[in-house]
């Protein structure tokens, strides 16, 4: 279970990714600025709990192109690892 801490932070992605796609921000400019949010907060980037929590937003929940734009800013940036574009994108094969 992850601690209250670590729970508030993704809460926080969360919340930040929403109010990026509400406002039509640069998918690349998200990705920097949750980047340096992580980095401030001492979570490494390559991370799968930031990947599992992307997947769970934006590919089952938030499924639209605009959101698809934010993950691969994720993983051009190397914030998550590329298992995630399989986790995502290509559910049918597994």
């Given at each position: 279970?992850?601690?209250?801490?670590?729970?508030?932070?993704?809460?926080?992605?969360?919340?930040?990714?929403?109010?990026?796609?509400?406002?039509?921000?640069?998918?690349l400019?998200?990705?920097?600025?949750?980047?340096?949010?992580?980095?401030?907060?001492?979570?490494?980037?390559?991370?799968?709990?930031?990947?599992?929590?992307?997947?769970?937003?934006?590919?089952?929940?938030?499924?639209?192109?605009?959101?698809?734009?934010?993950?691969?800013?994720a993983?051009?940036?190397?914030?998550?690892p590329?298992?995630?574009?399989w986790?995502?994108?290509?559910p049918?094969?597994?």
């Amino acid at each position: 279970m992850a601690e209250p801490k670590q729970s508030s932070l993704w809460d926080a992605v969360i919340m930040q990714t929403k109010e990026a796609h509400e406002n039509g921000s640069d998918p690349l400019l998200w990705s920097m600025e949750v980047s340096s949010n992580l980095s401030s907060a001492g979570v490494s980037l390559l991370s799968m709990e930031l990947a599992g929590v992307l997947v769970s937003h934006i590919c089952w929940e938030n499924n639209v192109p605009i959101m698809r734009k934010f993950l691969e800013k994720a993983l051009v940036l190397n914030m998550v690892p590329s298992i995630l574009f399989w986790l995502c994108f290509l559910p049918g094969l597994f």
